[in-house]
């Protein structure tokens, strides 16, 4: 009786704390391991649709491995992961969007021409580009989602005529013509400088907002992913071998539930919560 | 004093630094050429200027009496032709392949091996098999250097491709691409200002091939004539052919290389930074 009532108050969307019944993402007991080193073990997690999810964790410690698990680049050892209720394809498709920190956009077509490109894929699958009346209406919306993330202006320059924030703005916005189901972002502002990087987080914050995404955000700025995501989880090596540093992979230590809507502030629990995980998390200032 | 290596031309100084050397040449060859026609005017190793200007108006300007052709430019309209089909060829085998080689896993592993093997036999030892062939006409000579210049190119674009970051192969997935459409909107437009350089590098080698195959067999052609007119000894066509072989390379080279900087802008900017 008691976990029907509890389902309930999570279809209404007000839960907090643990995980719902709707899973987006889910992965079961993932591992991922090379023949040199285990990077990931033991990854359970369930993602629900709508969520900004966090990763964060020292370098190195398997963030990007994780990604590239969700985005069908490299297969699980072990384990499975379920998008929306089917095995994930074990390569990347339109169903996930991708932003990296670097080489996100093409360096060869105009800013316009980079987010054109996405539609110009979908409906022409012969010559991969549009003509006449079909290339106008997509150039239309192209154009409009250049405005959206304030790259009106910037539509016939290069990518490298572009400042580094405008070259993620970019990116962002050609992932977001493509519709996907979830947005993977690894790193995406780490190569900015602070005041482009607090743009982009208005920014992304906006984007998730109006576009109802979900999205798993990698970064290594504890603070960001404070300051940006419903959800935060923290990676990190449980075991440790000094004889064999590499025997043993990161798991999922912390996962906190930061917020329902960004632009609320964290509740107490939380703020203390973050502040006792920015003491234990080497080399993170406490959130502000 | 300062270090010579800090030693700069002046903006005045930079083109008359530049010809200098080719004015010294010149003056240097008028000397040699004087001195030997004292000696002995019928000297046909360095000839005067007065000669070359003889030649030239035989061979370009004026019909030749057997033939009734301006031997210049019938010679230059064969040689381009053979050489422009070749390079034609070349680019479009070199490009198709160099890009699957390199963009998909299993036509790498696959060929990528042959293709380095093939790369190293020397063209122009597989002459005479050329000639047993495909026999002496126009074809063994565009044969030759399609075969001297196509793995190189075909290497050049597959070492390109690979440099292509993975990233950005992966987004294209994510926006939804197939395979096909990966390689004409990714893989093709990068791969196409290294084409060009490619081009520009191979066609040294390419005018050595056709000259080569000239040389061996041919009834016209730049190669084929300065060879034949050599047992007369005639250094007053053979040196104005020279330079104007060299021009006519100069000129394609330049002209390639104009036609890249227009067509691929991006790929100019992006070397800037
Ligand atoms: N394809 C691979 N083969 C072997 N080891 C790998 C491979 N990919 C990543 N690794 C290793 O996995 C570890 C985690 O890498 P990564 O996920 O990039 O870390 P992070 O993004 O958290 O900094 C690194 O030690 C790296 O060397
Ligand atoms: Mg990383």
């Given at each position: 009786?008691c976990?029907?009532?509890?389902?309930?108050?999570?279809?209404?969307g007000?839960?907090?704390?643990?995980y719902?019944?709707?899973?987006?993402?889910?992965?079961?007991?993932?591992?991922?391991?090379?023949?040199?080193?285990?990077?990931?073990?033991?990854?359970?997690?369930?993602?629900?649709?709508g969520?900004?999810?966090?990763?964060?964790?020292?370098?190195?410690?398997?963030?990007?491995?994780?990604?590239r698990?969700?985005?069908?680049?490299?297969r699980?050892?072990?384990g499975?992961v379920?998008?929306?209720?089917?095995?994930?394809?074990?390569?990347?498709?339109?169903?996930?969007g991708?932003?990296?920190?670097?080489?996100?956009?093409?360096?060869?077509?105009?800013a316009?021409?980079?987010?054109?490109?996405?539609l110009?894929?979908?409906?022409?699958?012969?010559?991969?580009?549009?003509?006449?009346?079909t290339?106008?209406?997509a150039t239309?919306?192209?154009?409009?989602?250049?405005?959206?993330?304030?790259?009106g202006?910037a539509?016939?320059?290069?990518?490298?005529?572009l400042?580094?924030?405008m070259?993620q703005?970019?990116?962002?916005?050609?992932a977001?013509?493509?519709?996907?189901?979830?947005?993977?972002?690894?790193?995406?502002?780490?190569?900015?400088?602070?005041?482009?990087?607090?743009?982009?987080?208005?920014?992304?914050?906006?984007?998730?907002?109006?576009?109802g995404?979900?999205?798993?955000?990698?970064?290594?700025?504890?603070?960001?992913?404070f300051s940006?995501?419903?959800?935060?989880?923290?990676?990190?090596k449980?075991?440790?071998d000094?004889?064999a540093?590499?025997a043993?992979?990161?798991?999922?230590t912390?996962?906190?539930?930061?917020?329902t809507?960004?632009?609320?502030?964290?509740?107490?629990?939380n703020?203390?919560?973050?502040?006792?995980?920015?003491s234990?998390?080497?080399?993170?200032?406490?959130?502000? | 004093m300062r270090?010579?290596i800090?030693?700069?031309?002046?903006?005045g100084?930079l083109?008359?630094l530049?010809?200098?050397?080719?004015?010294?040449v010149?003056?240097?060859?008028?000397?040699?050429?004087?001195?030997r026609?004292?000696?002995?005017?019928?000297?046909?190793?360095l000839?005067?200027?007065?000669?070359?200007?003889a030649?030239i108006?035989?061979?370009a300007?004026?019909?030749?009496?057997r033939?009734?052709?301006?031997?210049?430019?019938?010679?230059?309209?064969?040689?381009?032709?053979?050489?422009?089909?070749a390079?034609?060829?070349s680019a479009?085998?070199?490009?198709?392949?160099?890009?699957?080689?390199?963009?998909?896993?299993?036509?790498?592993?696959?060929?990528?091996?042959?293709?380095?093997?093939?790369?190293?036999?020397?063209?122009?030892?597989?002459l005479?098999?050329?000639?047993i062939?495909?026999?002496?006409?126009?074809?063994?000579?565009?044969?030759l250097?399609?075969?001297?210049i196509?793995?190189?190119?075909?290497?050049?674009i597959?070492?390109?491709?690979?440099?292509?970051?993975?990233?950005l192969?992966?987004?294209?997935?994510?926006l939804?691409?197939?395979?096909?459409?990966i390689?004409l909107r990714?893989?093709?437009?990068?791969?196409l200002p290294?084409?060009?350089?490619?081009?520009?590098?191979?066609?040294?080698?390419a005018w050595?091939?056709l000259?080569?195959?000239?040389a061996?067999?041919a009834?016209?052609?730049?190669?084929?004539?300065?060879?034949?007119?050599?047992?007369?000894?005639?250094?007053?066509?053979?040196?104005?052919?020279?330079?104007?072989?060299?021009?006519?390379?100069?000129?394609?080279?330049?002209?390639l290389?104009?036609i890249?900087?227009?067509?691929?802008?991006?790929?100019?900017?992006?070397?800037?930074?």
């Amino acid at each position: 009786m008691c976990s029907v009532g509890f389902r309930g108050a999570r279809f209404a969307g007000t839960s907090w704390g643990n995980y719902s019944s709707v899973a987006f993402l889910e992965l079961t007991n993932v591992w991922q391991e090379y023949p040199d080193q285990v990077v990931l073990e033991r990854l359970n997690l369930m993602l629900e649709a709508g969520e900004f999810c966090v990763v964060v964790g020292a370098s190195g410690c398997g963030k990007s491995t994780f990604l590239r698990l969700l985005l069908g680049e490299e297969r699980p050892s072990r384990g499975r992961v379920i998008l929306d209720g089917k095995p994930l394809r074990d390569e990347p498709d339109a169903a996930r969007g991708v932003v990296f920190q670097r080489y996100s956009v093409f360096p060869h077509l105009t800013a316009l021409a980079n987010v054109l490109v996405a539609l110009e894929f979908k409906q022409a699958p012969l010559t991969a580009r549009l003509f006449g009346r079909t290339r106008y209406a997509a150039t239309k919306r192209a154009q409009a989602m250049l405005e959206a993330v304030g790259l009106g202006a910037a539509a016939a320059r290069y990518p490298c005529e572009l400042s580094g924030g405008m070259q993620q703005r970019l990116a962002l916005a050609q992932a977001l013509i493509a519709e996907p189901r979830v947005l993977l972002l690894d790193e995406p502002f780490g190569a900015l400088d602070p005041g482009s990087r607090a743009d982009m987080h208005v920014l992304v914050r906006d984007l998730w907002r109006r576009h109802g995404l979900t999205v798993v955000m990698v970064t290594h700025d504890l603070k960001e992913g404070f300051s940006l995501g419903t959800r935060l989880l923290v990676f990190d090596k449980v075991r440790h071998d000094p004889q064999a540093p590499n025997a043993y992979g990161s798991r999922v230590t912390y996962d906190l539930k930061l917020r329902t809507n960004p632009l609320t502030p964290m509740t107490h629990a939380n703020r203390a919560a973050a502040l006792r995980l920015a003491s234990i998390v080497p080399g993170h200032a406490a959130p502000g | 004093m300062r270090k010579l290596i800090n030693w700069r031309p002046a903006k005045g100084a930079l083109a008359a630094l530049g010809c200098a050397p080719f004015v010294l040449v010149l003056i240097a060859y008028m000397v040699a050429s004087q001195a030997r026609l004292e000696v002995n005017p019928n000297d046909k190793m360095l000839p005067a200027f007065a000669s070359f200007s003889a030649a030239i108006t035989r061979v370009a300007i004026e019909p030749d009496r057997r033939t009734g052709e301006r031997l210049l430019w019938v010679d230059t309209a064969a040689s381009l032709r053979r050489l422009g089909l070749a390079i034609a060829i070349s680019a479009v085998i070199g490009l198709t392949l160099g890009m699957a080689l390199g963009a998909l896993p299993i036509a790498g592993a696959s060929l990528s091996p042959l293709v380095a093997g093939v790369s190293l036999i020397p063209p122009l030892a597989i002459l005479p098999i050329l000639f047993i062939v495909v026999g002496l006409g126009e074809l063994s000579k565009v044969v030759l250097i399609c075969i001297g210049i196509t793995p190189v190119i075909t290497r050049d674009i597959e070492q390109r491709v690979r440099e292509i970051p993975r990233e950005l192969i992966v987004k294209a997935q994510t926006l939804g691409a197939s395979t096909w459409q990966i390689m004409l909107r990714v893989v093709l437009p990068q791969a196409l200002p290294r084409l060009v350089s490619a081009l520009r590098l191979g066609l040294c080698s390419a005018w050595l091939f056709l000259i080569a195959a000239e040389a061996i067999a041919a009834e016209s052609g730049l190669g084929y004539r300065i060879f034949l007119v050599r047992r007369y000894l005639a250094m007053d066509v053979i040196l104005p052919y020279v330079l104007w072989i060299t021009a006519v390379a100069y000129l394609t080279d330049y002209v390639l290389g104009w036609i890249s900087r227009r067509a691929f802008r991006w790929h100019f900017l992006g070397q800037l930074q």
